[in-house]
């Protein structure tokens, strides 16, 4: 299974930073006029728009820890491990990626005592042996193949 570096980057770094200023703007916006507001339906909107952008924040942040990395990555540069899969979790707050017509969510999967940004087609599961092509940095995984 190979996925796409470009797509990481839009998914993991460009979105969430878009996302994170725009969310930034309008948490700014809505205390600023919060702390203007006389009338409770004014009140009522400001809180709503403080707490959407907060959520907003917090989500892209999610993204950011994992994409920013990636930022920094010369994506030429890969590196491949053979082990077996430990330990299987859900990343949080993260988006759904479109691969080969399916949505599919990213997880944090850990191969030898290593914890690696992976994005599982099939049906994987704890004590599979992989291959793993990743790149270095981020341990965002580019290609992955399981070992029969």
Do not use: H
């Amino acid at each position: 299974m190979v996925f796409s570096i470009d797509e990481y980057i839009q998914r993991l770094f460009l979105f969430p930073l878009l996302t994170l200023c725009i969310s930034v703007l309008i948490l700014i916006a809505a205390i600023v006029w919060l702390l203007r507001s006389k009338k409770i339906k004014q009140i009522i909107v400001s809180v709503l728009f403080i707490v959407s952008s907060v959520i907003a924040i917090n989500g892209a942040y999610q993204n950011l820890k994992y994409g920013f990395p990636l930022s920094q990555e010369d994506t030429s540069q890969t590196s491949q491990i053979i082990g077996e899969i430990t330990k299987f979790e859900r990343a949080e707050q993260q988006q759904r990626f479109m691969v080969e017509g399916e949505y599919v969510v990213a997880y944090l999967v850990t191969i030898d005592g290593e914890e690696y940004y992976f994005m599982p087609i099939g049906d994987l599961e704890i004590g599979d042996e992989v291959i793993v092509k990743f790149l270095p940095k981020s341990q965002i995984v580019i290609e992955f193949n399981i070992i029969n």
